[in-house]
C-alpha cells in the first residue's frame, strides 16, 4: 500500500503559519528564537508558537517546532 506524501513548508511568522494551513500545508514547521538553523531567522515567539498550534490542530494539521542541540 502506497502512502501519500506530507506537505510540509516552513513557518517563519505566525501569519506565515496561517497561510501554509489555509492554502493546504499538512504540516508546518517553525522555531523559537535561538533554537532555529536559519541564516536569517525570523521566529515565532513563544506566545506565537502556541496560537500557531491551536490554529493547526484545530484545521487537523500537525506543528513541527524545530530544535537544536
Known amino acids: 500500500m502506497l502512502s501519500c506524501p506530507e506537505l510540509l513548508s516552513p513557518a517563519g511568522s505566525l501569519e506565515a503559519l496561517k497561510y501554509a494551513v489555509m492554502y493546504g500545508a499538512d504540516a508546518v514547521y517553525c522555531a ?25 490542530h484545530a484545521r487537523g494539521k500537525k506543528e513541527q517546532p524545530a530544535h537544536q542541540r
Open 32 to 56: 523559537l528564537p535561538r533554537f532555529g538553523m536559519r541564516a536569517a531567522p525570523v521566529n515565532l515567539t513563544i506566545g506565537e508558537l502556541h496560537d500557531g498550534c491551536i490554529f493547526a
